[in-house]
């Protein structure tokens, strides 16, 4: 699942490419929006709000998509070939006279009234990267089950938003603790996330998710998608195993010399 600062950038270039002009068309390939016609709608604004894009209209509308795991949107100027996968998974198609912003394989594609965002966001965290980040009160949510492992606290949305798979690695190495430590036992746990947002800000304008200062292939994560290889600190084999609800189960990286904590039993 893309990160929040991956999100942040596909928004923003979304926003430059539509905002304050009218769609020429606007083909939605969703079942429930098949009949849809936003032609002739101008776009006010397209503004992201953790891992969710929220492309509002004029009349009070919205358009919500959510990438998940695989969807993405591209641009494209007039007479472009489209090269973001085969047509039949494009689920939106957004044209001005300027530009085509087009969704790919988006898993969620709604329209709902402005004034109803809320029923879809408005369970989430203080957002990393948006004007309501407050970080007292993303900590208060993290400290509310002390029990709980830090990578699945990170991950839950309701806490804060915009932390993916990633950056909960790279976060956990550069604490020093490993994901499976109970989030009450992590020593100054505000400074991971003062470093949360730090990350994210320093990444949210190129792709990519730069956590080491080194751009250069195979050196810009500490950990993560680095299992077996030297850790970039002390050369240890890094490790990788699971963690979170069965159903939900995600990858994690660690270091297990740079990182002290509990790892799964089985490995």
């Known amino acids: 699942m893309p990160e929040g600062d991956t999100v942040w950038l596909t928004a923003h270039r979304l926003h430059a490419a539509l905002a304050g002009r009218p769609l020429l068309r606007a083909d939605l390939r969703v079942p429930q929006l098949a009949t849809v ?17 929220m492309t509002r209209l004029d009349g009070g509308a919205t358009l919500h998509s959510h990438l998940k795991m695989e969807g993405s949107w591209h641009l494209y100027a007039p007479g472009d070939r489209w090269r973001g996968g ?9 044209e001005n006279e ?15 009234p402005t004034a109803e965002e809320d ?50 690695s790279e976060l956990c190495f550069l604490r020093g603790v490993t ?14 996330v003062v470093l949360a947002k730090r990350l994210l800000e ?6 990519g998710h730069i956590t080491t200062g080194d751009t250069r292939r195979g ?7 680095r299992e077996h290889e030297p850790c970039l600190r002390c050369g240890t084999p890094v490790r990788r ?17 740079c990182q002290r904590g509990p790892v799964p039993s089985d490995v």
């Open 37 to 53: 016609d936003l032609a002739g709608r101008e776009v006010l604004e397209v503004v992201p709000r953790g891992k969710h894009i």
């Open 86 to 94: 085969p047509s039949h998974q494009v689920r939106a198609v957004l």
């Open 98 to 112: 300027a530009r085509t912003a087009v969704g790919y394989r988006l898993p969620v594609l709604e329209l709902l």
């Open 119 to 168: 029923g879809v966001v408005g369970h989430l965290g203080p957002d990393l990267l948006g004007p309501d980040w407050e970080p007292a009160r993303a900590l208060a949510r993290l400290a509310d089950r002390p029990e709980r492992p830090v990578g699945e606290a990170l991950l839950d949305q309701r806490n804060l938003a915009g932390i993916g798979n990633v950056y909960v």
């Open 179 to 192: 994901p499976w430590t109970p989030f009450g036992e992590i020593t100054a746990p505000a400074k991971m």
């Open 202 to 207: 320093a990444n949210k304008a190129r792709p």
């Open 219 to 225: 050196r810009t994560h500490w950990v993560y998608g």
């Open 241 to 257: 195993a699971e963690h979170g609800e069965k159903e939900q189960a995600r990858v994690a990286y660690w270091c297990p010399r």
